[in-house]
C-alpha cells in the first residue's frame, strides 16, 4: 500500500482527517465506499470512526493490511453519546473551523422555498459536499 499520495474522495468523502505524528483519526460517513481510500492514508495504530455507510451499506474488511496497521475501526451512534462527547466534539469541532484545519465542502445552497430541490440535489448520488438550505 502507498502512503505518499491523498486518496481522491468522491461523494461522501472522509469528513475530516486528523494528522499528528504517528497518529491519524478519519471520521467517516461512506466507510464502504471509501474504504480502499482510506486504507491507503491510515497510519499505523490509526483509528477510523464510521457513523454511516452511505452508498455502500456494507464494506469489504482488508483485515490483514488492518492488523498490519494495527488499526481501530470505531462505530459510533451519536444518539448514545454522553452529553460530555458532545460538548467536546463541539469544542474540537469548532477549534479546527476557527484555526482553518477542519474544512467543510458546500455542494449548492437554495433558499427555504427551494428546499425540494435540495432534497433532491442530497439525494442524487451527485453533490459532492454539503447541500445547504438557507434560512434568513
Not at 469489504?60 to 488492518?66: K, L, Q, T, W
Request: glycine share 10%; hydrophobic share 40%; net charge neutral.
Amino acid at each position: 500500500m502507498s502512503r505518499s499520495q491523498p486518496a481522491r474522495f468522491g461523494l461522501g468523502q472522509v469528513c475530516c482527517q486528523l494528522r499528528g505524528p504517528g497518529k491519524q483519526r478519519s471520521v467517516e460517513v461512506a466507510f464502504g465506499v471509501n474504504l480502499p481510500s482510506t486504507m491507503k492514508l491510515l497510519k499505523v495504530g490509526g483509528t477510523v470512526a464510521v457513523y454511516a455507510s452511505e452508498g455502500r451499506p456494507e464494506a469489504v474488511i482488508p483485515v490483514e493490511d488492518m492488523v498490519r496497521l494495527d488499526a481501530t475501526v470505531h462505530f459510533v451512534l451519536v444518539y448514545r453519546m454522553s452529553l460530555e462527547a458532545h460538548e467536546s466534539a463541539i469544542q474540537a469541532t469548532t477549534k479546527g473551523l476557527e484555526q482553518g484545519w477542519l474544512k467543510t465542502t458546500i455542494a449548492s445552497r437554495f433558499s427555504l422555498e427551494g428546499i425540494a430541490e435540495a432534497h433532491e440535489a442530497s439525494e442524487s448520488g451527485k453533490s459532492v459536499g454539503k447541500v445547504v438550505v438557507l434560512i434568513d
